[in-house]
């Protein structure tokens, strides 16, 4: 906007007196930052989709209490040890948004809430060392989260008057919602022990999580942007979980029973230390 220069200097007068009017001056009077990636004191709707890898670390055991067995460890067997997170889940995906606010032509402060979801892989199978020849297939229900954050980022100056990178962090919380799994134990002499009915895998619980991302946005037009974001963000994972497995099998084949064989095993599943996740999407941001 072209204003004569004694209107320029009342307003220079009036914008020194008054820090309320900080965003009106970068409008009106720096007219050197044209490729400013933010408008100071606007408020944005950000909506995003994409995938979202994830890592286990510090995985435990999936372990039986096994009285009837004298083995060298005791009464408490490793079966096997739980294996990274794409053993046993597809790629997740991620939907979110966000609301944000312009502290200045550069710094964006803004709430964000995802939503996502991983769909298991079927009959993951593992071999159990302590009973040679036995094998157990796990089928676990899907992975879900939903997460909250407060975040900050810092957009750097657009070039050519459209793109901007920005970097920035974020700190909140995450929900993991409950995992049921159904478990077939493959015996030799005894034939396949399955559950009676699904039971807990993991419990839900809701952990801290926070991280930091790194992102390009791409201006369509003069409210709208096209955002592409990669955030790694860290938080610890599902803690452990003991769960009485009802057991069922074949008639006739333990101790000559004619009836179904029915039992109860004490399973100990190990927590999970951490998950880190690499969520990777792209959104639309519209700002007013």
């Not at 606007?42 to 989709?49: E, G, M, N, P, R």
């Not at 419990?203 to 390009?216: H, M």
Request: with cysteine; aromatic share 12%; net charge neutral.
């Amino acid at each position: 906007m072209f204003l004569p220069l004694h209107k320029r200097l009342l307003l220079s007068i009036l914008l020194c007196t008054s820090p309320q009017l900080s965003c009106f001056q970068s409008s009106y009077l720096d007219t050197s930052n044209d490729n400013s990636p933010l408008s100071c004191g606007s408020f944005d709707l950000q909506v995003h989709a994409g995938v979202a890898p994830i890592l286990w670390r510090n995985r435990g055991a999936f372990q039986a209490v096994v009285c009837e067995l004298e083995l060298p460890t005791g009464p408490v067997a490793t079966a096997f040890d739980l294996p990274k997170f794409s053993t046993f889940y597809r790629t997740p995906w991620i939907v979110g948004g966000q609301i944000g606010y312009a502290l200045d032509d550069n710094l964006r402060i803004y709430l964000e809430a995802n939503y996502l979801q991983s769909r298991a892989k079927s009959d993951v199978l593992f071999d159990v060392p302590f009973i040679p020849g036995e094998t157990v297939i796990l089928n676990l229900e899907k992975y879900k989260t939903i997460d909250a954050y407060f975040g900050t980022r810092y957009y750097f100056n657009r070039w050519c008057d459209r793109a901007s990178l920005f970097l920035g962090g974020k700190i909140g919380f995450m929900h993991h919602k409950k995992i049921d799994f159904d478990f077939v134990a493959n015996v030799p002499g005894v034939g396949s022990l399955r559950l009676a009915a699904p039971i807990s895998f993991y419990t839900s619980n809701t952990v801290v999580s926070g991280g930091f991302n790194i992102g390009l946005d791409y201006l369509i037009c003069s409210c709208v942007s096209f955002v592409v974001t990669l955030d790694v963000v860290a938080n610890c994972g599902f803690r452990h979980n003991s769960v009485v497995a009802p057991l069922t099998g074949p008639s006739g084949l333990l101790h000559n029973l004619a009836a179904p064989i029915v039992a109860e095993t004490q399973l100990i599943i190990g927590g999970i230390g951490s998950e880190i996740r690499f969520p990777i999407t792209a959104g639309i941001r519209y700002s007013f």
